[in-house]
């Protein structure tokens, strides 16, 4: 093996559990104004008077603990994370520096817009940069993520083709698309019409000509597709759906396959989204803040969320004044410490680094993927751009699975790809590499999934029975998800 676990396995009881009476962790001197009774400040229907079973540990148990379990944690400072289509990139400090800066980080989303003319004009800079990086006219960011920039796109097609007489009633998707797409379509009221993929891995240009018809509202599409493989028809694709009135929805949330090298407006994509928690560099996963940018050309501008950014003489300001808007989608600008890392992350790359980084984006994952062709199988042998994906076919014929693949990669100390996605792959290990990583590293990960492919035919058991090294092993995944335990009870 040719690395151990890097993670720390202490045993750590519950917080709960090493609670005592009495502890504390805090401790504040006696107030010095008025001893005003709380009951008379405030009604007492407010008020807990007790909280049941609420640990009580003093201040250096509590740092430890929660020390300990941080130990637990595989992150993205620690080692190599390929999870595909998520793009787990490195994160530079930077970026984390500049989100801090007192004057950045504390000025109220309710100030004066005379007051906030710096927050103004990083939120002004960034739209023009990601309008400059996908050639299209105008951009809102408020969209806290993928998924809601989805709907927010759907439904500025469906306002604006409700004003040009009809919403229409399909949303045409790709199977390989990610669950997200199909998702946002039904919340914006259309049926969703399935597109196959073709034996190279791409949208199966015939069937979308079939379906396509002036019921369809739009196509939805990846590119690079959820394969990680670029949609080489895209001009014919857009011609098809444009010649009967349909619009391009692109999903942009992997964008740094293309950054610097290929412009959607220039691909007739009506409009898209970008996931600044993806290409740009801010931190992602664990359910934390995201910025799904939407961007899209003139025609649809007038149905973006305002209030929108702009420029006015020397002056930044928000405007409202946009009629045919559909509306807000985010409390005030969206989340605004998300625009700040990505603009630090695209002034500090600029323009030569954006590009620089993805071609190494691209290249590692077609490292990766002529280093394993021999060990997996490759479903598809289109060439890819950012993301790889390999099945379990070869493995299988020793009972061993995509799920027992990834285990075992824990025990090599790397966090495994994603599984069982896109779902047209049976049994895919989905790799996506990102540009942050060494060639060493890039072969350490290899070289684990070599040696399992061996430990595959003459071990299996080594497999099915992974993680061994884990603080926990084989969990009953079916278990896990329909009866998880939430919440301590006393
Ligand atoms: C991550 C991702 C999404 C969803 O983005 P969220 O910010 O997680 O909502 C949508 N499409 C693709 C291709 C993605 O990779």
Redesign the pocket.
Known sequence: MTRTSVTFNLNEPLIFEKSAPGKSAYTLPKLDVEDVPVEEILDSRYLRTEVQGFPEVSEVELIRHYTRLSTWNYHIDLGMYPLG???MKYNPKLNERVSRIPSIALTHPLQEEQQSQGCLEILFRLQEYLKELTAMDAVSLQPA????A?LTGILMIRAYLTQKGSPRRFVLIPDSA?G??PASAVLAGYEVISIPSDEKGRIDVKVLAEKMSEEVACLML?NPN?MGIFETHIEEIAQIVHQKGGLIYM?G??FNALMGYARPGEMGIDVLHL?L??TFSTP?GGGGP?S?PVVCQQHLAPYLPMPRVEQEGELYRFNSDHPESIGRVHSFHGNFGMAVRALCYILSCGREGLKELSEMAVLSANYIRRRLEEHYDLPYDTPVLHEVIFSDKRQNKKGVTTLDIAKRLIDYGFHPPTTYFPLIVQGALMIEPTESYSKEELDAFIDAMIAISHEAEEDPEKLTTAPATAKLTRLDEVRAARSPILRWEP
């Open positions: 289509s998520c793009t993520g993928g998924a809601q989805e990610h997200t797409n990846t959820t999903d949330a992997n996931n928690h993806k992602h995201g799904g």
